[in-house]
């Protein structure tokens, strides 16, 4: 046992704290500005195209950065450099072959469901979910190689020029034209990946050999990932396949995307600790969870409250911020941020697992998590529209977060 002391990144985690303030600050034009300009039932449309463009990206890449983090940050050097550019080829042609069978699935949907769905709208849809899921890849070899700054900067960059993009395209064409800048904002965030790491890539040599156990890890995070999108963007989809209504379909989308927003803060802060954990595990197991665990902690301090303002203040903030067409998403937003406050736990589970090589607790949480979020769906949607999507979301973040937790005791 060693006496070193495994501190906390601090340079890395200023940066993940700036980043998340520029997110917030374009999280919150895109929730208060856009569906002002859409109005309540476009932006119905428009949520659900950006939660399928946006849950797709995500669903592929959820995993990599664990992935990422466990394979590179021990290594330095060339070795370093031959290893991420084994990993991005090989990850991205796997991703690559998912999107080609989504890519089946919407066109056969297309042409079987002939009127249901615009073509036009699947196909900026699906070059949305493609450029996205490129973006994710190469976000996640920036946080690999412990380049925080584009990996911070990812999600800020895409969600402003979703929100200019949109604003300026859909007086001009509709519908159509706000969808078309989910695709905008996924390109820019991949023109930034590109950037921010094709010096780490230039000179890499080819054929270098992944770690023992790497791929597996990652297949199974793949299909946590899959699984985890179900819970956490699958709140608005059910709502308008459960035929609810676009006005109830708004409703939920916001209080998801609200309470999506302050999850992913919290899971991607973690995820910048997790590299300085990494390392350190092999020394000193305990100190290295620590840092996980501190991280966490802190972020508990913050969101928990935070939570519970919002809840509290929800009727008048939708209906002064959005409008009196949005105040009947109050009980939906307050069931969200329920789930929200959840998300300190729910992300320590997941990164302790990528920190143990436990990727089996996280599938298993996943799927405990969607089983539960279909199952609450099935029962809530139809009665309570809205507040029984958030409710859905709610059952399926807490079952996933008890059932990793169990995974991970199980095998400690």
Avoid at 206 to 227: E, H, K, N, T, V
Wanted: aromatic residues 4%; glycine residues 12%.
């Amino acid at each position: 046992m060693t006496d070193r002391v495994v501190t906390l990144p601090r340079g890395a985690l200023a940066t993940s704290a700036a980043g998340k303030a520029l997110e917030a600050l374009t999280l919150a034009a895109l929730v208060l500005l856009v569906p002002r300009a859409l109005g309540a039932a476009d932006y119905g449309g428009f949520a659900v195209a950006l939660a399928v463009a946006t849950g797709i990206a995500t669903a592929t890449g959820i995993g990599g950065p664990s992935l990422f983090a466990r394979v590179l940050a021990p290594l330095d050097g060339r070795g370093r450099q031959d290893v991420a550019r084994a990993l991005v080829l090989r990850i991205g042609r796997t991703r690559a072959s998912l999107l080609c069978g989504l890519a089946f699935a919407a066109a056969a949907g297309t042409w079987l469901a002939p009127g249901d769905v615009a073509p036009g709208q699947v196909a900026l849809v699906g070059a949305a979910a493609v450029l996205g899921t490129a973006a994710t890849l190469f976000s996640q070899l920036a946080l690999g190689l412990e380049r925080s700054a584009a990996w911070t900067l990812r999600y800020p960059l895409e969600n402003a020029v979703i929100v200019v993009a949109a604003l300026a395209l859909y007086p001009v064409a509709g519908l159509d034209g706000a969808i078309a800048a989910v695709a905008l904002g996924a390109a820019a965030a991949l023109v930034l990946g590109i950037a921010g790491t094709r010096d780490a890539l230039r000179g890499a040599r080819a054929g270098a050999d992944l770690p023992a156990g790497a791929l597996r890890f990652a297949r199974l995070q793949a299909g946590a990932g899959g699984l985890t999108q179900v819970v956490h963007r699958g709140a608005a989809p059910a709502c308008a396949l459960a035929g609810a209504g676009a006005v109830a379909t708004a409703h939920v989308a916001i209080a998801a995307g609200v309470a999506l927003a302050i999850t992913y803060a919290v899971l991607l802060t973690l995820l910048v600790a997790l590299p300085a954990a990494m390392r350190a595990h092999a020394q000193d197991r305990m100190r290295a969870e620590a840092v996980l665990q501190r991280t966490a902690l802190l972020c508990a301090a913050v969101v928990v409250p935070v939570c519970g303002g919002l809840a509290l203040a929800a009727e008048p903030l939708l209906a002064g911020a959005l409008g009196e067409d949005f105040r009947g998403a109050a009980d939906a937003l307050r069931i969200a941020l329920a789930a929200a406050a959840l998300a300190p736990l729910w992300a320590l589970a997941n990164q302790l697992a990528a920190l143990r090589g436990r990727a089996e607790a996280t599938l298993e949480g996943a799927a405990a998590g969607a089983l539960a979020f279909a199952c609450a769906a099935a029962a809530l949607i139809g009665p309570h529209e809205a507040a029984g999507a958030a409710g859905a979301m709610l059952a399926g973040v807490a079952a996933m977060t008890a059932a990793t937790f169990a995974g991970l005791r199980v095998r400690a």
